[in-house]
């Protein structure tokens, strides 16, 4: 038994015989260019983690309002042939001078999230490179290198810019008056870039092919650590504290797996700071008592059950997680199948909560709930390499483009504003709050299941801020509960709450049965609730991939002989697919 895997999990058999797909390799990601990234990787005999290291580059490239290496990330690494399932949090951490009024105004209130976000105080130090330099360590096989090529080509050569990027440079344009490395970067005659423009970052080039020669060191303590302290101290926007060295001292680590039994499956994710696989299995453990397969996914009483289980998760995830090396996170509590047991007990089958209170787990230390911002930008990507090895990763720099503050042609994070901005709460510290040194909470959700066999069978995640955990549990539910394939698992509507009631996705079978939904006594609301989810999935001895329609997103195949097969979702209707080798 993997001795990451927590107490609970010790009656599944998780890991057995390794399992070679027919497809010997697959990739996934929300941008086309970031999926071949990957494939070029695996057609050279790249493993799992070179394929999903060469992807998080290239999405610094093309990818610039969501992630990249000013940011940071978590891992699950699937070794097959161990038959170990790894994790590294490469989440970002406060600067060591950071303070618990970092986010109070002199009135002693919050700020605004505006107010917060901009400039270099909102500024984490960035983990990314370093859990790459973990990940290829541990488990490449392609030389450091070989790893950047397809980054470097796109930032020397350019890349077309898609719509996702043209409608998130004109509505952030605003706010850039202050930023004058972003706006000249990224604007072309005075106007924002638009969408069929090619795009060169040379900065950005010579910012990765410094790297590529380097190492990480040239991040942490070189020419690029410093561009980074230069940016954020000398911001003309709220002037951030980061130093040589917060970046030289930083480490990111490997941490035990958070696994729960749900059905005759057994879902994995990452532990805190992480919330995501904390409360992605505490929804699923709620509804394990409910039948939802029976009711399917066309019965508005489904998605009530979805909505109460979600809500009484969240507010769990609000008063209990952080980071666990600086308070008290109870998760074998939350996860606790008692526990559960009583959660799920306040779901009447049949009639709406009026309230939503967070529970008392086995273990918790008492305090205050306390909602922290997460703005809903962030990626996922998965790759499966020849041997069955999964590199499954969620990576962030906040956004719409992190701090806006740029280092070496890249964005800078703006996660410390996932940090609980008022430190206190009916007079008691709450989980969440800022501290130098820590990692703020974070709702990515990177999960693999693992079939009764000990295989796994799927790994998946999501953007979308808070609402990545619904994301990731619908998608969850859909294959686990409704027995769809992934792809169509992934189109099925998103939900989530907000404004005393819940939401769901606007023009989808869900809007549709807002009256039925609703006569269970919440309100609904049909909204905007886009998603990025993007995964794998193992159907007998192959593996797939999926991409979510929402997104710009593909995934893409190759076979033993070396064709490769790149699927592009265009649509929930339609998802072609055109052979590229």
């Given at each position: 038994?993997?001795?990451?895997?927590?107490?609970?999990?010790?009656?599944?058999?998780?890991?057995?015989?390794?399992?070679?797909?027919?497809?010997?390799?697959?990739?996934?990601?929300?941008?086309?260019?970031?999926?071949?990234?990957?494939?070029?990787?695996?057609?050279?005999?790249?493993?799992?983690?070179?394929?999903?290291?060469?992807?998080?580059?290239?999405?610094?490239?093309?990818?610039?309002?969501?992630?990249?290496?000013?940011?940071?990330?978590?891992?699950?690494?699937?070794?097959?042939?161990?038959?170990?399932?790894?994790?590294?949090?490469?989440?970002?951490?406060?600067?060591?001078?950071?303070?618990?009024?970092?986010?109070?105004?002199?009135?002693?209130?919050?700020?605004?999230?505006?107010?917060?976000?901009?400039?270099?105080?909102?500024?984490?130090?960035?983990?990314?490179?370093?859990?790459?330099?973990?990940?290829?360590?541990?488990?490449?096989?392609?030389?450091?290198?070989?790893?950047?090529?397809?980054?470097?080509?796109?930032?020397?050569?350019?890349?077309?810019?898609?719509?996702?990027?043209?409608?998130?440079?004109?509505?952030?344009?605003?706010?850039?008056?202050?930023?004058?490395?972003?706006?000249?970067?990224?604007?072309?005659?005075?106007?924002?870039?638009?969408?069929?423009?090619?795009?060169?970052?040379?900065?950005?080039?010579?910012?990765?092919?410094?790297?590529?020669?380097?190492?990480?060191?040239?991040?942490?303590?070189?020419?690029?650590?410093?561009?980074?302290?230069?940016?954020?101290?000398?911001?003309?926007?709220?002037?951030?504290?980061?130093?040589?060295?917060?970046?030289?001292?930083?480490?990111?680590?490997?941490?035990?797996?958070?696994?729960?039994?749900?059905?005759?499956?057994?879902?994995?994710?990452?532990?805190?700071?992480?919330?995501?696989?904390?409360?992605?299995?505490?929804?699923?453990?709620?509804?394990?008592?409910?039948?939802?397969?029976?009711?399917?996914?066309?019965?508005?009483?489904?998605?009530?059950?979805?909505?109460?289980?979600?809500?009484?998760?969240?507010?769990?995830?609000?008063?209990?997680?952080?980071?666990?090396?600086?308070?008290?996170?109870?998760?074998?509590?939350?996860?606790?199948?008692?526990?559960?047991?009583?959660?799920?007990?306040?779901?009447?089958?049949?009639?709406?909560?009026?309230?939503?209170?967070?529970?008392?787990?086995?273990?918790?230390?008492?305090?205050?709930?306390?909602?922290?911002?997460?703005?809903?930008?962030?990626?996922?990507?998965?790759?499966?390499?020849?041997?069955?090895?999964?590199?499954?990763?969620?990576?962030?720099?906040?956004?719409?483009?992190?701090?806006?503050?740029?280092?070496?042609?890249?964005?800078?994070?703006?996660?410390?504003?996932?940090?609980?901005?008022?430190?206190?709460?009916?007079?008691?510290?709450?989980?969440?709050?800022?501290?130098?040194?820590?990692?703020?909470?974070?709702?990515?959700?990177?999960?693999?299941?693992?079939?009764?066999?000990?295989?796994?069978?799927?790994?998946?995640?999501?953007?979308?801020?808070?609402?990545?955990?619904?994301?990731?549990?619908?998608?969850?539910?859909?294959?686990?509960?409704?027995?769809?394939?992934?792809?169509?698992?992934?189109?099925?509507?998103?939900?989530?709450?907000?404004?005393?009631?819940?939401?769901?996705?606007?023009?989808?079978?869900?809007?549709?049965m807002a009256d039925g939904l609703g006569k269970f006594g919440q309100k609904v609301r049909p909204v905007d609730l886009g998603s990025k989810?993007?995964?794998?999935?193992?159907?007998?001895?192959?593996?797939?991939?999926?991409?979510?329609?929402?997104?710009?997103?593909?995934?893409?195949?190759?076979?033993?002989?070396?064709?490769?097969?790149?699927?592009?979702?265009?649509?929930?209707?339609?998802?072609?697919?055109?052979?590229?080798?």
């Open positions: 038994m993997n001795k990451s895997l927590l107490a609970f999990t010790a009656s599944a058999v998780l890991f057995t015989q390794p399992v070679v797909a027919e497809n010997i390799g697959v990739t996934s990601s929300a941008d086309p260019r970031v999926t071949d990234a990957g494939m070029e990787m695996l057609r050279q005999g790249g493993s799992a983690a070179d394929a999903a290291m060469a992807m998080m580059l290239t999405l610094t490239v093309v990818e610039p309002q969501s992630s990249g290496i000013g940011g940071g990330g978590f891992l699950l690494y699937q070794d097959n042939a161990k038959g170990i399932l790894s994790t590294i949090n490469g989440r970002e951490t406060a600067p060591a001078a950071a303070t618990s009024d970092r986010f109070v105004g002199l009135d002693g209130k919050p700020l605004g999230f505006l107010e917060a976000f901009q400039g270099g105080r909102s500024v984490g130090v960035p983990g990314n490179v370093q859990l790459m330099a973990q990940a290829h360590q541990k488990w490449g096989k392609l030389p450091w290198a070989t790893i950047f090529k397809p980054a470097i080509r796109l930032s020397q050569k350019g890349f077309i810019v898609n719509k996702t990027l043209e409608s998130r440079l004109a509505a952030i344009q605003g706010l850039w008056p202050n930023f004058d490395e972003a706006r000249t970067t990224y604007r072309r005659d005075g106007k924002p870039l638009k969408a069929g423009m090619t795009f060169k970052n040379p900065k950005l080039a010579a910012t990765l092919a410094l790297l590529a020669k380097k190492g990480p060191d040239a991040f942490y303590t070189g020419p690029i650590a410093s561009q980074i302290v230069h940016a954020v101290t000398t911001s003309k926007l709220s002037p951030g504290d980061i130093t040589m060295t917060d970046l030289a001292q930083y480490r990111a680590k490997e941490q035990q797996a958070v696994c729960a039994p749900y059905r005759v499956y057994v879902v994995c994710g990452m532990a805190p700071p992480s919330s995501g696989a904390t409360t992605v299995l505490q929804i699923l453990g709620t509804l394990q008592r409910f039948d939802l397969k029976a009711m399917g996914k066309d019965s508005p009483q489904s998605w009530y059950l979805i909505g109460q289980a979600m809500q009484l998760a969240y507010a769990d995830r609000e008063k209990y997680l952080g980071d666990d090396a600086f308070v008290n996170v109870p998760v074998a509590g939350l996860l606790n199948p008692e526990y559960i047991k009583e959660r799920s007990a306040l779901i009447d089958p049949e009639k709406a909560r009026a309230d939503y209170p967070a529970g008392n787990p086995p273990g918790a230390t008492p305090r205050t709930a306390a909602i922290s911002s997460e703005v809903a930008g962030t990626t996922h990507f998965t790759a499966v390499d020849k041997n069955g090895n999964i590199a499954n990763m969620t990576s962030t720099i906040e956004g719409p483009f992190g701090s806006q503050l740029m280092a070496g042609g890249f964005f800078l994070n703006n996660e410390l504003t996932d940090f609980t901005f008022a430190p206190e709460k009916d007079g008691a510290p709450v989980a969440n709050r800022v501290v130098g040194g820590k990692r703020p909470l974070s709702s990515m959700a990177p999960t693999v299941v693992f079939n009764r066999d000990g295989r796994a069978v799927l790994a998946l995640g999501s953007a979308g801020g808070k609402r990545i955990i619904m994301h990731v549990t619908k998608t969850l539910i859909g294959v686990i509960d409704f027995g769809l394939p992934l792809q169509q698992a992934i189109d099925l509507p998103n939900i989530y709450f907000g404004g005393g009631g819940l939401e769901v996705e606007q023009n989808s079978i869900l809007s549709a989810v993007n995964g794998a999935q193992r159907i007998g001895n192959s593996w797939t991939g999926a991409a979510d329609p929402r997104s710009e997103g593909t995934s893409a195949t190759i076979d033993a002989k070396g064709k490769v097969k790149v699927t592009v979702p265009r649509s929930i209707d339609e998802a072609p697919t055109e052979d590229v080798g």
